[in-house]
């Protein structure tokens, strides 16, 4: 499956955030903020807290300039410039989540502070650096060339700037035919292990190296999530169809299986340029 296919039809979308936003914000006068957006726009795993800690490993402050790269629906950013006062491009290839990451973000009134670029990660459209920070949130399991991403990171930062990206990992008990599964669910290719990363790491010309391995934190999430999506089932089925609903139930439940037997799990990585 094509990337931009698997987020085409992905159920955390612009729509449901704002409907989601909406229904809590229900008799509150006064225009939506990006606070109000923070419970619903967060499209990756442990929320705003794993958004504060790949901040930390960053160094990120009111100063900084921040790339994310494979930025989504733009929630990361959002927080970021909300929250520390940064500015930050958001990086995204899906022209749908660019469009509507900067929908989002001029409704909230951080279009100032955000700005959405659509390209490539492998090929990133910015001059030599240009950044204090990039980060990404399992991103890069969708890219091949994950050494021309980190690459480009490295190109793209100022001497001294931090890398700090968390993404789904390899364990060696993830069969091939599992490899092929996760693949054409979901274009998740050249999964890398905890050391593969390492390597790709300093290939790429990076030093004070950490890599973390989050599984264990992980595993509850991905079993929250499902649950999320089964408990939103009719906002999905009205929006994708029932068909759509039961094959994706079917694999994220093939996703969490894998995580909890140990096949698959999640790491979080810094370095220094």
């Not at 296919?5 to 229900?26: K, T």
């Not at 903020?33 to 807290?49: N, V």
């Not at 950490?210 to 929006?239: K, N, Q, T």
């Amino acid at each position: 499956m094509r990337v931009s296919d698997f987020y085409d039809r992905h159920p955390i979308s612009e729509q449901q955030v704002l409907a989601a936003a909406r229904r809590r914000r229900r008799g509150v006068a006064g225009p939506l903020t990006a606070e109000d957006l923070f419970e619903f726009d967060q499209d990756h795993y442990g929320g705003l807290d794993a958004v504060d800690a790949l901040a930390r490993r960053a160094g990120i402050t009111a100063t900084a300039r921040v790339l994310d790269v494979c930025a989504g629906l733009g929630g990361p950013a959002r927080f970021l410039a909300s929250r520390r006062g940064c500015r930050v491009v958001g990086l995204e290839l899906n022209p749908g989540r660019a469009a509507g990451a900067a929908r989002l973000t001029r409704r909230v009134g951080l279009s100032d502070r955000v700005t959405v670029v659509r390209g490539d990660a492998a090929a990133l459209p910015f001059a030599g650096a240009t950044f204090d920070a990039c980060l990404s949130q399992e991103g890069l399991l969708h890219i091949e060339d994950k050494a021309a991403v980190l690459a480009g990171c490295h190109r793209v930062l100022v001497p001294g700037g931090r890398l700090a990206f968390t993404d789904w990992i390899a364990r060696p008990r993830l069969a091939d035919r599992e490899r092929d599964r996760l693949w054409e669910w979901m274009a998740a290719t050249g999964l890398q292990t905890l050391d593969g990363y390492r390597r790709l790491l300093g290939h790429a010309g990076f030093t004070s190296v950490e890599a973390e391995d989050l599984s264990a934190e992980w595993r509850p999430l991905l079993r929250a999530r499902l649950d999320m999506y089964r408990h939103g089932r009719d906002d999905i089925v009205a929006r994708l169809g029932e068909a759509w609903y039961r094959e994706f139930d079917a694999l994220y439940t093939f996703f969490v299986d894998l995580v909890e037997a140990g096949k698959l799990g999640g790491g979080r990585f810094s370095g220094t340029r």
